[in-house]
């Protein structure tokens, strides 16, 4: 039961029931299985994807397959963070701006990066980084630039 809670809490998989608060608190214990098992649906979208498509198409596939499943929780809590400790002065502020449901400027600027960074590392799990790849001369390490 406490499973189905944590579905019903943290993703959009309809289930056919209603939680109390003390169900979710239970639940919190499955937290950490569901993100596993997330991240596996995210990393089959991710291998299907990029057996059809480029590596920048299956990476917004991922992403849209998260914002899909979890109807953009997480993209919602970071605006939201990002507005309060960016445009708050006084805790209050910061609380006040939060639970805001409006976005504003820190809170899409954080959303976009964000985006773009987990689109970029997605795709650079696609990229060979080795010495004298295709993509040019890298140090051993893979750690220099172009």
């Known amino acids: 039961m406490s499973l189905l809670a944590a579905i019903a809490f943290l993703t959009r998989i309809p289930i056919r029931r209603a939680f109390s608060t003390e169900q979710i608190a239970r639940a919190a214990a499955w937290f950490p299985l569901l993100g596993g098992l997330l991240g ?3 990393g089959g979208v991710w ?3 990029t057996r059809i498509a480029p590596a920048w198409v299956a990476a917004v596939l991922v992403l849209v397959c998260e914002a899909l499943l979890t109807g953009a929780l997480h993209f919602d809590g970071l605006a939201d963070m990002a507005d309060g400790f960016g ?4 805790r209050d502020d910061v609380l006040r701006i939060m639970r805001d449901h409006s976005i504003g ?22 990229t060979p980084w080795s010495a004298g790849s ?6 051993a390490a893979g750690l220099s630039c172009y």
């Open 134 to 139: 295709p993509q040019g001369e890298h140090s």
């Open 105 to 126: 400027t820190y809170g899409a600027t954080a959303l976009v990066l964000m985006l773009v960074l987990t689109a970029s590392c997605l795709v650079a799990l696609k």
């Open 40 to 42: 596996f649906v995210y």
């Open 47 to 49: 291998f299907c994807a």
């Open 87 to 90: 445009g708050g002065r006084t």
